[in-house]
């Protein structure tokens, strides 16, 4: 049996091939190694019972996760994966390279990820080249669930939202300077935090403000991260996450006016990703 796995910073996706019936999905909430460590990865993974019962029947497991970029982070993964799937060959890589895969396929391409949070690197057709995008929430994550949410949350605490817009925005989230504080300094996963506001620009996506906010992300993006390769028109550019896809069409609008060509745009590469992680496995052997 082969488990594939994309984790971001809130959410895992996660599918299972058995071998006589059709593959199960499912879902649990983000197991970045920068804001969780492998005994909550553990505790997290035991409290899914769709997995429980075929533990010890995976021989393969594939985890593609976002902070999984530094062989420490990778490590923490794997040292919490490896008890629990004791039969299983297990590899853990980084989140943009099971996006490359789901997206490019074997071709060449750049890869984008929005999210929770916003990464890019190019794709040769086998591997990732380094890059020197993907700081983190407060180092960068242009155009990212992180980045939207702080910008909402400033311009909502500073009285510099509309005020049709901050009635609604207090109406929704009841929020003080106090309650924000503590979610962003003292408790965990505040990037997840700071994302969570997203849903408010998506149900008030038409109003000016809001759309002015979506692009200027966008925009930001393209400019700090895709502009940065010199030959970024020469490729497609695909792009995966729930924020590229909610917004795809300022996104698109955005790509057209500074010249980057759109490719794919996936709210989850889970099922593309998964298929290719197959037929990968079926040609080797």
């Not at 488990?3 to 959410?11: A, F, M, T």
């Not at 982070?73 to 039969?87: D, G, K, Q």
């Not at 998506?202 to 809001?210: E, K, L, N, T, V």
Request: charged share 25%; aromatic share 14%.
């Amino acid at each position: 049996m082969i488990l594939v796995v994309d984790s971001g910073s809130s959410k895992s996706d996660w599918k299972l091939d058995l071998p006589d019936s059709s593959p199960i999905s499912f879902s649990t909430k983000g197991l970045n190694p920068f804001f969780v460590n492998a005994k909550e990865i553990v505790r997290v993974i035991k409290e899914v019972p769709e997995i429980l019962p075929y533990s010890n029947e995976i021989t393969e497991l594939y985890f593609f996760g976002a902070g999984c970029i530094t062989p420490d982070r990778r490590e923490i993964v794997s040292n919490a994966l490896t008890p629990l799937f004791e039969n299983a060959f297990i590899s853990v890589e980084d989140d943009l390279l099971g996006s490359a895969y789901a997206t490019c396929q074997n071709n060449k391409g750049f890869i984008s990820t929005l999210g929770t949070g916003s990464d890019i690197s190019f794709f040769n057709g086998e591997y990732m080249l380094p890059s020197r995008q993907g700081n983190g929430y407060v180092l960068g994550d242009e155009g990212s669930g992180t980045w939207y949410g702080k910008k909402l949350i400033t311009q909502f605490l500073y009285g510099r939202m509309p005020k049709d817009l901050s009635d609604a925005f207090q109406e929704t989230y009841r929020l003080t300077k106090e309650i924000v504080i503590k979610n962003v300094y003292e408790r965990e996963r505040p990037n997840a935090y700071l994302a969570s506001f997203v849903p408010f620009m998506s149900q008030h996506i038409r109003h000016p403000y809001i759309d002015e906010i979506i692009r200027e992300g966008f925009d930001e993006f393209v400019k700090t991260n895709i502009m940065s390769y010199p030959d970024f028109w020469e490729y497609e550019c695909h792009f995966v996450g729930s924020i590229a896809y909610i917004f795809d069409l300022q996104l698109r609008d955005i790509c057209n006016v500074n010249g980057v060509r759109v490719g794919k745009i996936l709210k989850s590469p889970i099922d593309s990703l998964f298929d290719f992680v197959l037929e990968r496995e079926k040609q080797i052997v």
